[in-house]
């Protein structure tokens, strides 16, 4: 059960306590703040105690954040959001408390750095923050895009580039304008907030700025504006974590470990694929994945290994039981095991290993859902549930499905899977499927 309280004061001693001056010290300063406590009761403080090699009490923590509709933004007093739930999810499942609190970006990473808070999200992964810190695995995917103003002149057929003579611009401490600085741009305009950003670049103030597509298109709507009123252009996808802090993970060493595992297992919000990029999977992507799955030697190792001792529908539960369970922790169940030698998971292996900028995973699965081959163990052994299935069993040899971006806990990654079926020469007849799981950081580039 989750709890959310408001501290008093005697109940916070030694950083907990500075902490909370701190927040009350923002406050007094008129910055928006707000702390969130996540209660266990006596189960979650054993629980705590034993997956992070410490007493509870070391084991609470401190996070700051910033406000970021949509991924995080007050509701009513109490702070809501996609990033919010799958920490709660997350932390819930190992039963470790946790408080929350509102200050800009660079505060935060201050706060971080000075040990004055244990952990700082969302952010990027840097090299900069990783000298005090150390990073999650990703609660979610942003999608970096340059804005300008629709009437200005100039093309977007490139983004601007470090050596151009065009202003750019982004939030001031944001994970953009970090970025743009480590690659060179010189005389960033950096604004306070997103409606600000887009008033200087509708008004002509900056010419192109970096920004979150979601957060923009947010604040851009509550601001009255119109998409027709700009121009949009991808850069790239950004993954962003949680950053511990190195004092906190000395005292609590198997704490990053054991939220990893847990976010791996949280449901987490599929972003869909915009038109672009689905027809840049189906023009770049789609035509070497299904020669891959016509190779004769995969086909022949596929039907090698339909061959062998069929598994009944009824005994397939009770394996992907187990998988899962295995899975979770990063363990091959004893029918993973057998399927990750088989000579079909070697051919998979090859295939991923000559693309692995752009291949996170791939492996196959029969007319019953069940994995025959794989090149890493999957999160599960039964596909029969999910919506790939449908090309198993589909009499369409033309057949193929594109799925929307999602974080994958088995590969580390944010995938979009394609499925395409692999064929019996012979009959036409289709008779296993093959989904590939392209990473999105490197596949999805325009230039890839």
């Known amino acids: 059960m989750r709890r959310h309280t408001q501290p008093s004061g005697q109940n916070l001693s030694g950083r907990f306590a500075s902490a909370y001056s701190c927040i009350l010290l923002l406050g007094l300063m008129a910055c928006v703040f707000v702390i969130t406590l996540k209660g266990l009761p006596a189960q979650g403080q054993e629980q705590a105690q034993d997956s992070t090699g410490s007493s509870d009490k070391n084991a609470f923590l401190i996070l700051q954040t910033n406000l970021q509709p949509p991924y995080q933004q007050l509701q009513n007093g109490i702070l809501r959001g996609y990033s919010i739930a799958v920490l709660n999810c997350a932390f819930d499942r190992i039963g470790v408390g946790y408080g929350i609190a509102i200050a800009p970006r660079q505060r935060n990473r201050e706060m971080v750095r000075n040990g004055q808070a244990d952990g700082f999200f969302l952010a990027r992964i840097s090299s900069f923050m990783d ?98 009123q700009f121009n949009v252009q991808f850069e790239r996808y950004a993954p962003l974590v949680v950053y511990i802090g190195r004092e906190y993970t000395r005292l609590n060493p198997g704490l990053i470990a054991s939220l990893n595992t847990a976010l791996g297992a949280c449901e987490t919000l599929p972003m869909q694929l915009e038109d672009w990029e689905r027809d840049l999977i189906t023009r770049q992507q789609l035509p070497a994945i299904r020669a891959m799955a016509a190779n004769a030697e995969l086909v022949g190792a596929v039907r090698s290994a339909m061959g062998r001792a069929q598994i009944q529908p009824d005994a397939i539960v009770e394996i992907d039981r187990e998988w899962r369970q295995g899975s979770e922790g990063g363990i091959a169940s004893p029918k993973a095991t057998e399927i990750l030698e088989n000579p079909l998971s070697d051919i998979l292996r090859a295939f991923q290993e000559s693309d692995a900028d752009n291949i996170a995973e791939i492996f196959v699965f029969d007319t019953n859902g ?79």
């Open 131 to 228: 000298e005090y810190a150390e990073p999650t695995l990703p609660l979610a995917l942003e999608k970096w895009v340059w804005i300008s103003a629709a009437g200005q002149q100039g093309s977007f057929a490139s983004s601007p580039t470090p050596d151009s003579l065009l202003s750019v611009g982004a939030i001031l401490g944001s994970n953009e304008a970090e970025w743009l600085a480590e690659q060179g741009y010189q005389k960033i305009a950096k604004a306070p907030s997103i409606n600000s950003l887009i008033s200087q670049v509708l008004a002509g103030r900056v010419e192109y700025a970096l920004v979150d597509k979601q957060t923009f298109e947010a604040a851009r709507d509550s601001m009255g504006n119109h998409e027709d």
């Open 370 to 448: 069940a994995v025959i081959g794989m090149n890493r163990l999957t999160t599960d052994f039964d596909q029969s549930d999910e919506q790939k299935f449908e090309v198993a069993i589909s009499h369409d040899p033309d057949i193929s499905q594109i799925a929307d971006i999602y974080f994958d806990g088995s590969t580390r990654a944010f995938l979009s899977q394609v499925t395409v079926p692999i064929i019996n020469p012979e009959t036409g007849d289709v008779i296993a499927a093959m989904t590939v799981g392209l990473d999105v950081s490197g596949a999805l580039r325009p230039d890839s």
